[in-house]
């Protein structure tokens, strides 16, 4: 599946800037997720979104602000960050998020945020 | 609380052998589905092949079966004659069906390399 794209690929910036990572699937699905993916760490769930409504939070910092127009897009916004939120950020989409095999996750390929 | 364990964070493995990843897990629900998913360095997370709880047969997909055994709580994925293009990290997921607990939970991965 590449019916999830992420820009941009690749963003540095700095601890006083302010800057939006943007997801996009193609698939007609209902459900969209951000993740964080450390080094050494297991990936970590940070929002979800199903039917345009945010249903989790997994106690993610308020310099993280993520937005749904649509069942189509997906931002997160970022400010005045710290050099720790480093990381890869995936987004993702599914059919549902009510379980079994329609909840199949499908990724993009991952904005690789630096914050210098 | 769901639990996923991969205890081999690395494998090396000759081309055009078989390979056996292992993948435990933990959880008091009756219903979840397990997942694997393949991440090669460009870091997007590939779906690979799903096991539902109730299935009665093993999960294939091509080269990849998941070999299920819901006594002992493992869902080990099996990659038949191994390819260089198979090097990559592979991460075992888990998500229950149950109302309120449907996070996908994530192992820490295991690095496949494969050796011409």
């Known amino acids: 599946e590449t019916g999830v794209t992420q820009t941009p690929r690749h963003l540095v910036m700095g601890m006083t800037n302010k800057k939006s990572l943007k997801c996009e699937q193609h698939?007609?699905?209902?459900?969209m997720y951000w993740y964080k993916q450390s080094a050494k760490k297991p990936l970590e769930l940070m929002f979800v979104y199903n039917f345009k409504e945010q249903t989790e939070n997994n106690s993610v910092p308020s310099r993280f602000s993520p937005e749904c127009p649509n069942s189509s897009h997906l931002f997160l916004h970022l400010h005045t960050l710290q050099p720790e939120d480093s990381a890869l950020y995936l987004c993702a989409s599914s059919q549902d998020f009510a379980g079994g095999k329609t909840d199949t996750q499908y990724f993009g390929p991952g904005t690789r945020l630096t914050v210098l | 609380a769901q639990k996923i364990t991969q205890t081999q964070p690395g494998m090396f493995v000759q081309e055009k052998e078989a390979v056996t990843l292992d993948c435990t897990y933990d959880t008091s629900d009756p219903s979840y589905g397990l997942f694997w998913y393949k991440q090669p360095s460009s870091g997007e997370m590939i779906f690979l092949i799903y096991?539902?709880?109730?299935?009665?047969q093993n999960a294939t997909e091509g080269r990849y079966s998941l070999n299920f055994q819901k006594a002992r709580k493992s869902a080990n994925l099996v990659i038949s004659a191994s390819q260089l293009g198979d090097s990559a990290m592979y991460f075992c997921a888990m998500r229950s069906s149950n109302f309120g607990n449907e996070k996908l939970t994530f192992g820490t991965g295991t690095r496949l390399t494969i050796i011409p």
């Open positions: 096991q539902g709880s109730y299935d009665q």
């Open positions: 698939l007609g699905h209902n459900a």
